[in-house]
T-cell receptor, first 114, second 117 residues
Framework: GENVEQHPSTLSVQEGDSAVIKCTYSDSASNYFPWYKQELGKGPQLIIDIRSNVGEKKDQRIAVTLNKTAKHFSLHITETQPEDSAVYFCAASPFSGGYNKLIFGAGTRLAVHP | GAVVSQHPSRVICKSGTSVKIECRSLDFQATTMFWYRQFPKKSLMLMATSNEGSKATYEQGVEKDKFLINHASLTLSTLTVTSAHPEDSSFYIC?????????????FGPGTRLTVL
């Protein structure tokens, strides 16, 4: 089955710096890659996603890139702010027809220091 | 937007009792919902896929008799933890595919923290 690895597990940056989180996946049939932000005690919130027919997608300070050949995708956050501090999860969706389940990475705890 | 709610947000119960957690899609219908379990500082682990009007599909290693799932309507799925034990203490989160036209995008509920004494 699909396996998703995520690095780094923790990331500490100064406010205004950029943060990059990387994930790799194993199943070449996976075709959907969302990123979620989870704050303490809350459910994950979708922040951006990308599909396998697209190489890059951007939404204001957040961007995601996908390299299908290498089977890895990355989250880029620019001009980080303290409110970006949270745990970020990448996920991959192996195609199985119908509504596809998500396989999550281990998560990255991002701390943005003022 | 696609809003998913869960009830209760927190529950504390005694060992041996059963606990029911509800997951509702508030502004859309969901024929499929997913149930996840998350231990402290860990990732989300898919437990089962809840299907409206039919049996749930459980992931390998998840006891179906322990975690009963009922998807009785297009907006409600319930997870019942039967004969709960302290090792069942965890954060349980449900999700449902949204209505953006894509079958991929999933929206998560706020989670239910279960503590079994």
């Amino acid at each position: 089955g699909e396996n998703v690895e995520q690095h780094p597990s923790t990331l500490s940056v100064q406010e205004g710096d950029s943060a990059v989180i990387k994930c790799t996946y194993s199943d070449s049939a996976s075709n959907y890659f969302p990123w979620y932000k989870q704050e303490l005690g809350k459910g994950p919130q979708l922040i951006i996603d990308i599909r396998s027919n697209v190489g890059e997608k951007k939404d204001q300070r957040i961007a995601v890139t996908l390299n299908k050949t290498a089977k890895h995708f990355s989250l880029h956050i620019t001009e980080t702010q303290p409110e970006d501090s949270a745990v970020y999860f990448c996920a991959a969706s192996p195609f199985s027809g119908g509504y596809n389940k998500l396989i999550f990475g281990a998560g990255t705890r991002l701390a943005v220091h003022p | 937007g696609a809003v998913v709610s869960q009830h209760p947000s927190r529950v504390i119960c005694k060992s041996g009792t059963s606990v029911k957690i509800e997951c509702r899609s508030l502004d859309f219908q969901a024929t499929t919902m997913f149930w996840y379990r998350q231990f402290p500082k860990k990732s989300l682990m898919l437990m089962a896929t809840s299907n409206e009007g039919s049996k749930a599909t459980y992931e390998q290693g998840v006891e179906k008799d322990k975690f009963l799932i009922n998807h009785a309507s297009l907006t409600l799925s319930t997870l019942t933890v039967t004969s709960a034990h302290p090792e069942d203490s965890s954060f349980y989160i449900c999700s449902a595919p949204g209505t953006s036209g894509s079958t991929d995008t999933q929206y998560f509920g706020p989670g239910t923290r279960l503590t079994v004494l």
